[in-house]
């Protein structure tokens, strides 16, 4: 059986990382709630010194690139 990794956000919401794809030089984190599979999110990732930190997609634009790599 696999493991499912899960991150907590700062929401306090615990998340499982379903898809993980980077584009272009970024990687894109699509997570889904683990007590409600209808409430998702999508995160890029950013490396500040050593560490990898999951951002918000502010942008439309940019969340709509990156739902249509994840469903790819």
């Known amino acids: ?6 991150i907590t ?3 306090g919401i615990t998340y499982a990382i379903v898809d993980e794809k980077i584009y272009d030089g970024t990687k894109y984190v699509y997570l889904v ?4 599979e209808l ?3 999508i995160r890029k990732t950013e490396i500040e010194n050593g560490k990898e930190y ?3 997609l502010d942008d439309r634009k940019e969340f709509e690139l990156a739902l249509n790599i994840l469903a790819s």
Request: proline share 0%; charged share 30%; glycine share 0%.
């Open 33 to 36: 709630d683990r007590n409600n």
């Open 54 to 56: 999951l951002i918000n």
């Open 39 to 41: 409430n998702f999110c």
């Open 9 to 11: 956000l700062d929401d």
């Open 1 to 6: 059986m696999d493991t499912i990794e899960t």
